[in-house]
T-cell receptor
């Protein structure tokens, strides 16, 4: 079983739709969870950051972490064409030797 | 502007011809890392450095070398490139105090390498 599983899509939605992106993971040591957004021909940029279980909201974006199910989600409300990008989940455990583990990314297209 | 700068952005080379991809950051970050990104495989770590003169292997180090002589620079060296090293490469940096929490990573814009 891979450490982090993410459906690569692609996902195509109309403008204004609610988008749900998900990752599952197997390593219970992961404590910090991130969503990165990567535009074409650009590097990943941190979008949402969450510690342990719970929800975090930032504008149209909501990140959810359910550690009991080893499942994280990113919701995008009122999606816009500018949200078209690849979204990567990432996570890391505690301790100085840990490293970021990334999902493979989901390519999202929001159609006007 | 705080940033990680990679050069070149695009490179086509031939098998066996040594090349260096440069990475420089202006944020005084101790931690720097190289990743490659391939379709269906995602981002995989090649090498990382916790500070000057301290480097270690990531998940896919074969065929690559790195050095960290200065805090701001972390070049990736391919001494004898092969076609299976055709990929999109990213350099990233962060403060060591944030690294273990996955916070504050800044990525460069990427280097698309093609080895023919």
């Amino acid at each position: 079983q891979k450490e982090v599983e993410q459906d690569p899509g692609p996902l195509s939605v109309p403008e204004g739709a609610i988008v749900s992106l998900n990752c599952t993971y197997s390593n219970s040591a992961f404590q910090y969870f991130m969503w990165y957004r990567q535009y074409s021909r650009k590097g990943p940029e941190l979008l949402m950051y969450t510690y342990s279980s719970g929800n975090k909201e930032d504008g149209r974006f909501t990140a959810q972490v359910d550690k009991s199910s080893k499942y994280i989600s990113l919701f995008i409300r009122d999606s816009q064409p500018s949200d078209s990008a690849t979204y990567l989940c990432a996570m890391i455990g505690q301790g100085g030797s840990e490293k970021l583990v990334f999902g493979k990314g989901t390519k999202l297209t929001v159609n006007p | 502007e705080a940033q990680v700068t990679q050069n070149p952005r695009y490179l086509i080379t031939v098998t066996g011809k040594k090349l260096t991809v440069t990475c420089s950051q202006n944020m005084n970050h101790e931690y720097m890392s190289w990743y490659r990104q391939d379709p269906g495989l995602g981002l995989r770590q090649i090498y990382y450095s916790m500070n000057v003169e301290v480097t270690d292997k990531g998940d896919v180090p074969e065929g690559y070398k790195v050095s960290r002589k200065e805090k701001r620079n972390f070049p990736l060296i391919l001494e004898s490139p092969s076609p299976n090293q055709t990929s999109l490469y990213f350099c990233a940096s962060s403060l060591n105090r944030d690294r273990g929490k996955g916070y504050g990573y800044t990525f460069g814009s990427g280097t698309r390498l093609t080895v023919v």
